[in-house]
């Protein structure tokens, strides 16, 4: 058995020792295991169903050459087709298996937590801001996901200056975790009268939402502090204290919610979203390092990394980490980014692939 099949068959005794454990009452009393064992389960499904598929094309591969000793010519020749046709189809299944034998990053199955802020450029870039916040909300509901803003503060002539949200689906960090860094702008604003292209930028940060037990919050290590909701252009939005700030002691880090007229959902709302930062704070070490390694991950401390440009005269955009460039700007910022993405998931799986075999 070659060690390839010998790895699969591992991994599917594991599957099967898994199906058993999550059924086992025990289990099932232990929230924090059964969600871990749970996830698992789906993950290894995904292999087992590739090396059945493999296992199968292996065997019948046995049997065409088989076939081929026989002294029917027809027989032969159907064999022969057969065989060919099997054979061409192995080495993307090899391929296939070998991506799904690389560990995976725990955090791609997560909800994420995304926050987009204007950069340089004033207006224009809280303009821009605005623009990639519906660019995103459209892929959003392109996936069928669920988003729910949590902060916002508005620019002064539209957009956005800093705009956060949770966004809550199947594996959506390991899809938008492709955005982090730093995107440019190239137009002629609004605000521009002599009709000069201008460079504005926004930094887009995605980060896996941490899960209650990833995190053991000391209600002693917060601050909270409550004040009234404010919209646009400095209107109270209701009179009562339901904004909440969080701040937590150890680490600094503040966090604050005024998104809902409820205070006890805006106080929800915060908890989940420092958890995350506080969590981010450790993942922040494992981005540096595979940043590093890997051109298609920008660490998510790192906000200088330009990933990305949106030129409008030329209506391209550019991935400046894998050198590709799309003339289809105005189908790419209405949500169509899907496209790009698969091309960078691509090009990681490649780059896994290296690291893996080195």
Known sequence: MSSLLEKLEGIRLRFEEVGTLITDPEVISDTKRYIKLNKEYKELEKVVDVYKTYKNILENIGNAKEMLREDDPEMKEMAKMELDELEAKLPGLEEDVKILLIPSDPEDSKNAVMEIRAGAGGDEASIFAGDLFRMYTKFIEKKGWKVEITNISEGTSGGYKEIVMNITGNGVYGILKYESGVHRVQ?????????????????????????????????????????????????????????????????????????????????????????????????????????????????????????????????????????????????????????????????????????SEM
């Open 187 to 355: 137009r002629v604003p609004q605000t521009e009268t002599q009709g000069r292209v201008h460079t504005s930028a926004a930094s887009v940060a995605v980060l896996p939402e941490a899960e209650e037990f990833d995190i053991d919050l000391r209600p002693e290590d917060i601050r909270k502090d409550t004040y009234c909701s404010s919209g646009p252009g400095g209107q109270s939005v209701n009179t009562t204290y339901s904004a909440i700030r969080l701040t937590h002691t150890p680490t600094g880090i503040v966090v604050t919610c005024q998104d809902q007229k409820s205070q006890l959902k805006n106080l929800d709302k915060a908890m989940a979203e420092l958890r995350t930062r506080i969590y981010n704070l450790e993942y922040q070490k494992y981005m540096d390092e595979i940043s590093s390694k890997r051109k298609t991950m920008v660490s998510t401390g790192d906000r200088s990394a330009k990933i990305r440009t949106y030129n409008y005269p030329q209506g391209r955009v550019t991935d400046h980490r894998i050198n590709l460039t799309l003339y289809n700007l105005p189908v790419i910022i209405d949500g169509d980014l899907q496209q790009i993405i698969d091309k960078l998931i691509v090009e990681e799986n490649a780059e896994r692939l290296k690291e």
